[in-house]
């Protein structure tokens, strides 16, 4: 009797183990996101990180969600969302998955409003773009990860400490080195850079298109180029992830010449991925304003 007694504990206390493992399963909207939730979570093998688009998908504009999306979706613990609109389909989400605990990265960041046309300006949501940004989209993470999985809050924690050490240090590191071209300023391709320029000290003279899909009607092409030229012609910066075209176009108007910038909403599923991004950015704007 007792060796069918022990048997059938171990038999539950498998079954337990499988239910929270699969429980414990945790979706991130998009790169960036995922990125950070790598770090917080790192080395934790109870936590299943996943990220719900495929990393080529760049920004989440318009985004429409997936019957893929709602079957991962389905059986997470938590969804990390960068907000501040980035995800213009949460409230399906939350409508569909009510009990799904939704972290939203945006909380305790001053959001700017995205430079428009349009009579109520939206919240820029390129957050992360600012390493101090960055700092609190970690903390974030973190401070919701403890509540939602205690048995790892020390492991959390310490992920996260160490983590935003190596931010900090990233931060100091990308104000020295840009601390030359500081006040100088530049053409970017979409509205992905006002966190980055307030952090690092650029001007943004001009965002040549609103929406990285946005084909330029003629009169829009001609009104970039106007404020390029005003500018004085400073630097194009294209995204890796996009046409580059448009650029191309104003480029061959003004002389500007044109470099790249990576807003970092996709690449290799490194846990470094973020730094080396950012310090290839500071790298791109060293070199435009050493020509």
Same mark, same amino acid.
């Given at each position: 009797?007792?060796?069918?007694?022990?048997?059938?504990?171990?038999? !539950?206390l498998?079954l337990?183990m499988?239910?929270?493992?699969?429980?414990?399963?945790?979706?991130?909207?998009?790169? +960036?996101?995922?990125?950070?939730?790598m770090?917080?979570?790192?080395? &934790?093998?109870?936590?299943?990180?996943?990220?719900?688009?495929?990393?080529?998908?760049?920004?989440?504009?318009?985004?429409?969600?997936?019957?893929?999306?709602?079957?991962?979706l389905?059986?997470?613990?938590?969804?990390?969302?960068?907000?501040?609109?980035? *995800?213009?389909?949460?409230?399906?989400?939350?409508? %569909?998955? +009510?009990?799904?605990?939704?972290?939203?990265?945006? =909380?305790?960041?001053?959001?700017?409003?995205?430079?428009?046309?349009?009579?109520?300006?939206?919240?820029?949501?390129?957050?992360?773009?600012?390493?101090?940004?960055?700092?609190?989209?970690?903390?974030?993470?973190?401070?919701?990860?403890?509540?939602?999985f205690?048995?790892?809050?020390? =492991?959390?924690?310490?992920?996260?400490?160490?983590?935003?050490?190596?931010?900090?240090?990233?931060?100091? %590191?990308?104000?020295? %080195?840009?601390?030359?071209?500081?006040?100088?300023?530049?053409?970017?391709?979409?509205?992905a850079? +006002?966190?980055?320029?307030?952090?690092?000290?650029?001007?943004?003279a001009?965002?040549?298109?609103?929406?990285?899909?946005?084909?330029?009607?003629?009169?829009?092409?001609?009104?970039? &180029?106007?404020?390029?030229?005003?500018?004085?012609? +400073?630097?194009?910066?294209?995204?890796?992830?996009?046409?580059?075209?448009?650029?191309?176009?104003?480029?061959?108007?003004?002389?500007?010449?044109?470099?790249?910038?990576?807003?970092?909403?996709?690449?290799?599923?490194?846990?470094?991925?973020? *730094?080396?991004?950012?310090?290839?950015?500071?790298?791109?704007? !060293?070199?435009?304003?050493? %020509?």
């Open positions: 009797m007792r060796k069918i007694f022990v048997f059938m504990l171990a038999v !539950l498998a337990t499988t239910a929270h493992a699969e429980a414990a399963k945790v979706m991130t909207s998009f790169y +960036p996101m995922y990125i950070f939730a770090n917080v979570f790192n080395g &934790i093998d109870g936590i299943e990180i996943d990220c719900m688009t495929a990393p080529e998908t760049g920004c989440l504009h318009d985004y429409q969600l997936l019957v893929g999306d709602m079957m991962k389905s059986d997470a613990a938590a969804l990390i969302v960068c907000g501040a609109g980035m *995800e213009s389909y949460l409230p399906d989400v939350q409508q %569909q998955f +009510p009990e799904l605990a939704v972290i939203d990265c945006s =909380q305790g960041i001053a959001l700017l409003a995205e430079e428009s046309d349009e009579e109520e300006a939206e919240l820029n949501a390129h957050t992360w773009l600012d390493a101090q940004n960055a700092i609190k989209i970690v903390n974030t993470i973190a401070e919701n990860a403890v509540l939602l205690p048995e790892y809050a020390q =492991q959390i924690a310490s992920n996260a400490l160490a983590y935003t050490d190596k931010l900090e240090a990233l931060d100091m %590191q990308l104000k020295d %080195q840009l601390s030359p071209v500081q006040g100088k300023a530049i053409v970017t391709f979409h509205d850079f +006002p966190y980055f320029a307030n952090a690092y000290g650029l001007q943004i001009a965002v040549i298109s609103e929406e990285h899909e946005e084909t330029l009607s003629p009169a829009q092409l001609s009104q970039v &180029i106007e404020t390029v030229r005003e500018a004085g012609n +400073p630097p194009l910066f294209t995204e890796p992830q996009y046409s580059a075209a448009a650029a191309y176009a104003v480029s061959a108007e003004t002389g500007a010449p044109i470099f790249t910038l990576d807003p970092l909403v996709s690449g290799d599923f490194e846990k470094d991925a973020y *730094e080396a991004g950012m310090q290839r950015n500071a790298e791109a704007l !060293l070199e435009a304003f050493a %020509q």
